[in-house]
């Protein structure tokens, strides 16, 4: 009898439930192989009896974060899963985004708490930047994220991250590093379309796996070795900032997109890293 591994998946009535559901079929096969099936279920129902859990599809946990944190906090011991509970409590919130910098890993600025007129007038003086972008500290996808010059109206936005606009993510690009079992597998370059800071495809943005250089490996590598547990999956997005270097702009370890059409071979890892752990 294959072994059952729930995936957590959006919500029923989540608008991202038929997307999810397309891109989970393209691993069900190499779970099969490793004599797993895979079973969708929407995170919002919690734990259920199989014998784990992945997280990878919990799309939309971000527009209900009381009940997701919840939902954590109170996830069984004996029902293993993955990434574990802790760790995707902690990555919640861009707040990790400050403990990692306390342990030396460079951070595109940021400055966090509420977003008014009167403190995005002081990050404007903080940053010495022409233009910013404030975004939730819980988010996805772009989700209420803006970007403001210099006397934008501002909307009040509570728990709120503000940070420079970055210019290279029309440029360069973000670099996206993917992780599978704590070893590195492949690096995206994400591009926005000129004008705009978003790098999702559905605002425009174009993704091209790429060779990464040994210094934006090690950067990577530096950036998992500093989570607070050990991660089955995540993925780390760096981005060039004013003085030329390198920042981590986000680690993500709840529901990343493993960008399984740029690297066919992410369901087996992903699948044979699962079998290790149980």
Do not use: C
């Amino acid at each position: 009898m294959p072994t059952v591994i729930d995936v957590l998946m959006p919500a029923a009535d989540s608008e991202y439930g038929a997307m999810a559901s397309a891109i989970l079929d393209r691993y069900r096969d190499a779970f099969a192989a490793r004599d797993m099936t895979l079973s969708a279920r929407p995170w919002n129902l919690g734990p259920g009896d199989s014998a784990a859990t992945l997280a990878l599809f919990a799309w939309g946990y971000h527009l209900d974060v009381a009940r997701w944190e919840a939902m954590l906090a109170a996830w069984p011991a004996e029902r293993p899963l993955f990434n574990p509970a802790p760790l995707l409590a902690w990555n919640t919130r861009k707040t990790y985004l400050l403990e990692l910098e306390a342990v030396g890993i460079p951070i595109v600025p940021s400055r966090f708490g509420h977003a008014d007129q009167a403190s995005v007038a002081a990050a404007f003086a903080a940053f010495g930047a022409d233009e910013l972008v404030v975004k939730p500290q819980v988010s996805g996808g772009s989700y209420r994220t803006v970007r403001v010059r210099p006397g934008d109206p501002v909307e009040p936005l509570d728990d709120a991250i503000i940070q420079p606009f970055i210019p290279a993510v029309s440029g360069e690009g973000e670099l996206s590093f993917l992780f599978i079992g704590g070893t590195f597998s492949h690096s995206v370059r994400k591009v926005a379309k000129p004008g705009d800071f978003r790098i999702q495809p559905q605002f425009g943005g174009i993704f091209t796996r790429f060779d990464p250089e040994p210094a934006q490996l090690a950067l990577a590598e530096t950036v998992i070795a500093g989570l607070p547990e050990p991660s089955l999956y995540a993925r780390v997005d760096l981005l060039r900032i004013a003085d030329g270097s390198l920042a981590l702009m986000e680690l993500e370890a709840i529901e990343p997109d493993l960008y399984p059409d740029m690297a066919p071979d992410v369901p087996a890892r992903l699948a044979g890293a699962v079998r290790l752990l149980l």
